[in-house]
């Protein structure tokens, strides 16, 4: 029975130190890629840059 408790609370304690830590990092991962950037500055941008009409010359 002693280590089915001690299995648990190291899964607890895992839970509690390593998931606030692991998600970060993997949403940075994801977030860092240069075609998410790239996206994410086209939409900053795009409020700002001047309209021009479709049968513009």
Do not use: D, E, N, Y
């Not at 408790?5 to 998931?19: D, H, M, P, R, Y």
């Not at 998600?23 to 941008?45: H, M, R, W």
């Amino acid at each position: 029975m002693k280590p089915l408790i001690l299995g648990a609370t190291l899964a607890v304690l895992w839970l509690l130190f390593g998931l606030p830590t692991a998600l970060p990092s993997g949403v940075l991962a994801f977030a860092c890629q240069p075609v998410i950037l790239a996206f994410a500055a086209g939409l900053a941008i795009r409020p700002h840059l001047p309209r021009v009409g479709r049968w513009a010359r």
